[in-house]
């Protein structure tokens, strides 16, 4: 049910016209000599990979996000531990250890493209199409994804610490994560909604259910009651905290806009996704209202947020390098 090219040109038209695309170095059709079956290339691996994880299109989607809130969009976040290179590893921020997945799918893309175009598509575009490829397979839009990024030679844990949404997070500070990046309200909402798919674990969610401001046995009071105990059922006190559970129960592995109609019934799953809906007076709530109500409004505002934020202090020309591997830098 995808909106296939949702970003028409004069989509992309209205971005360069608001400054949003910052380089006009990236263009859809960058790699159309050096390497023109990049985008098959890339999909039929995550085609396949997905056949056996039912998840992975959600943990492609969120390496992406996870890459370019840190730092911008450099493929920063598939390097791995090196402290003789400079590497701290993004990986190991609090908010991506023991949950943040999918680095094999992009391995496997990387070598199959640097067997047929050797150093010309960095690890960095490689995120960027692996997300709008997983977008769509889900059932989400489609749109066409600027090209042209180049890998950073350095990750920052402490920045990633910093730089990424926490589950807690109060509407100001999710709002400060977004606009630092030139990413508004709309945007916030509309990247939120690819909580539509995927999994959380119990940790992320334990505090909410148990000890809500810090008072023992008391949950977040927003929360649907019928949807708290079923979720304190899936989340026992004292239990796993790597446990997981759907982001969105109504459909779990779709990319549509039921998501919206979660936070709408007080469903939501995280305190910073239900914060969206819940704040009396915000923002937020006529776009959580919009877009529960149109699906189609929803993607195309997905699509233009995704274009912007693949757009985040990217490096082009000269700048960074091409890596080899995507896990280390040349």
């Known amino acids: 049910m995808g909106l296939s090219n949702i970003n028409i040109p004069l989509l992309l038209l209205s971005l360069l016209m608001f400054g949003v695309l910052g380089n006009a170095q990236l263009s859809s059709d960058f790699y159309s000599e050096s390497c023109p079956n990049v985008t098959i290339i890339a999909r039929r691996l995550i085609q396949r990979a997905s056949r056996s994880d039912v998840r992975l299109t959600a943990k492609v989607m969120r390496l992406h996000f996870h890459d370019c809130f840190v730092n911008g969009c450099d493929g920063s976040v598939l390097l791995d531990a090196a ?25 496997d893309i990387k070598t199959a493209l640097e067997n047929v175009c050797p150093g010309v598509v960095s690890c960095a575009d490689i995120l960027a199409i692996a997300a709008e490829i997983s977008v769509s397979l889900a059932g989400g839009p489609s749109w066409d994804v600027l090209l042209g990024r180049r890998d950073g030679r350095t990750a920052n844990r402490g920045d990633a610490v910093a730089a990424l949404p926490l589950g807690p997070d109060s509407m100001e500070i999710l709002t400060s994560k977004f606009s630092v990046h ?43 009651p019928k949807f708290l105990r079923t979720l304190r059922r899936k989340c026992p006190q004292g239990r796993s905290l790597t446990a997981r559970v759907n982001l969105d129960p109504t459909s779990p ?16 799953v995280i305190e910073s996704d239900q914060i ?48 080899r591997d995507c896990r280390r830098v040349n």
């Open 83 to 107: 402290p003789v290179d400079g590497v701290e590893g993004e990986k190991e921020a609090f908010q991506n250890a023991g949950s943040l997945d999918g680095f094999e799918v992009i391995d």
């Open 182 to 224: 030139n990413l508004d309200t709309t945007d916030l909402v509309a990247l939120s909604g690819a909580h539509t798919f995927g999994r959380v674990q119990c940790g992320v969610i334990a505090n909410r259910l148990h000890n809500f401001t810090g008072n023992n046995g008391q949950s977040d009071p927003s929360i649907e």
């Open 253 to 268: 592995d779709s990319f549509d806009n039921d998501y919206f109609k979660n936070l709408q019934n007080n469903c939501g």
């Open 276 to 323: 969206l809906f819940s704040s009396k007076g915000a923002p937020t709530m006529s776009l959580v209202n919009r877009f529960a109500k149109s699906q189609r409004k929803f993607y195309k505002a997905f699509a233009k947020s995704m274009i912007k934020m693949g757009n985040v202090r990217v490096l082009t020309g000269s700048d960074g390098e091409i890596r």
